[in-house]
Each structure stands twice: as structure tokens, then as C-alpha cells.
């Protein structure tokens, strides 16, 4: 029974509960990483010319908006 418990079997579970862990919240998290992804986007063509319009703006603030709305769904469940 001592074989089992080492601390090189102690540490490889650490690990895979780690990354079982990371992927539950890779999971649940990917809907709001492809918002921000988005916003940073819309950010990047908007700042292509150095300069922010009204259009470029609403775009950017509707992108935002979509973030929170991903961020109130996952909240909610």
C-alpha cells in the first residue's frame, strides 16, 4: 500500500486535477473569451486610422455590451 502513496503519485493527481479543472472553466468561460476576443477586434479595425468615429464607437460599445450579456449568462445559470 505504501507503492501507492509517494509523492510522485500525490503530485501527477495534483496535476490532473489541475487541468481537469482548467478545462471545466475553459467550458464554461469560452462564450465570454469570444466577446472579449471580439471587443479587441472591433478595437483594432476601429484604431486602424488613428482615429475613433461615432460608427466605429457604437461598434465598439455594442461589442462591450456583448461581454456583459455573455458575463450575465453564465452569473444567472
Do not use: H, P, R
Amino acid at each position: 500500500m505504501t507503492d501507492w502513496f509517494n509523492w510522485t503519485n500525490f503530485f501527477y493527481l495534483l496535476g490532473l486535477i489541475l487541468a481537469g479543472g482548467a478545462t471545466f472553466v475553459g467550458l464554461k468561460y469560452k462564450k465570454l473569451i469570444d466577446e472579449i476576443k471580439e471587443v479587441f477586434d472591433a478595437l483594432q479595425e476601429a484604431y486602424e486610422d488613428g482615429k475613433l468615429s461615432k460608427a466605429e464607437q457604437k461598434a465598439v460599445m455594442k461589442e462591450i455590451l456583448d461581454v456583459f450579456s455573455a458575463l450575465l449568462k453564465i452569473a444567472w445559470k
